[in-house]
């Protein structure tokens, strides 16, 4: 069965510092990969999606990144991170029929 | 583009009262639609799905999902909560060529004991 892999669980960092997170997969190949971001009282957003190594498409204009440099690997990264990008970021891969399988998230703090 | 929306945003019940959340989406065509459950400390979860088919889809725990599509709705129901059914819920469909998901804001649900 698939498993998602999120590091790190929290984290608090101050505005303007560089920001990276990082998803892992296992028990699929090639998996369609995803990035949500849950702000406090407000749904869950999609941020970043990935068909594949180093193709990703982002869904909204914002100060975050995305990349993809193995099969099984999804980063999302930031050059100045602003207060504006608190949050509860999930990693999701896509199942089959359609479902997604969403990790256990990072809840990041900036200050 | 595909839009879910959620208008509870949070609601409040007693054990064994009944539960109906509402979820409508936007785009007329063909719909894939899911309900997601976090549970406090835990990963979101899926409830149930529709694809296609029979209208009313029983999922996990209980909870069961009718599909409307004259009203472009699908709201969840559970006939008689518990204090363990407390979490967020999330309404959600498939959109894009990439099947990414669009969800709606949530909604709280709190079960008194």
């Known amino acids: 069965s698939q498993t998602i892999h999120q590091w790190p669980a929290t984290l608090v960092q101050p505005v303007g510092s560089p920001l990276s997170l990082e998803c892992t997969v296992e028990?699929?190949?090639?998996?369609?990969l995803y990035w949500y971001r849950q702000a406090a009282g407000r749904g869950l957003q999609l941020l970043f999606y990935?068909?594949?190594?180093?193709?990703i498409s982002s869904e909204v204009p914002q100060n975050l990144s995305a990349s993809r440099p193995q099969d099984r690997q999804f980063i999302l990264s930031s050059k100045k991170l602003l207060l504006s990008d608190s949050g509860f970021y999930l990693c999701?891969?896509?199942?089959?029929?359609?479902?997604?399988?969403f990790g256990p998230g990072t809840r990041l703090t900036v200050t | 583009a595909q839009s879910v929306s959620q208008h509870n945003h949070h609601v409040i019940l007693s054990e064994a009262a009944s539960l109906e959340l509402g979820c409508n989406y936007s785009?007329?065509?063909?719909?894939?639609l899911f309900w997601y459950v976090q549970y406090p400390g835990q990963h979101l979860q899926l409830l149930l799905k529709?694809?296609?088919?029979?209208?009313l889809v029983k999922g996990i725990k209980g909870f069961e999902a009718e599909f409307i599509k004259s009203k472009f709705s699908f709201n969840l129901r559970k006939p008689s909560v518990q204090w363990s059914d407390t979490a967020e819920y999330f309404c959600?469909?498939?959109?894009?060529?990439?099947?990414?998901?669009?969800f709606g804001s949530g909604t709280q649900l709190t079960v008194l004991p």
């Open positions: 999701a891969l896509a199942g089959t029929p359609y479902e997604q399988y």
């Open positions: 028990g699929t190949s090639n998996p369609n």
């Open positions: 990935s068909i594949g190594i180093d193709q």
């Open positions: 785009y007329g065509g063909t719909v894939n």
């Open positions: 529709y694809f296609s088919g029979d209208p």
């Open positions: 959600a469909a498939l959109s894009g060529s990439a099947r990414q998901l669009t």
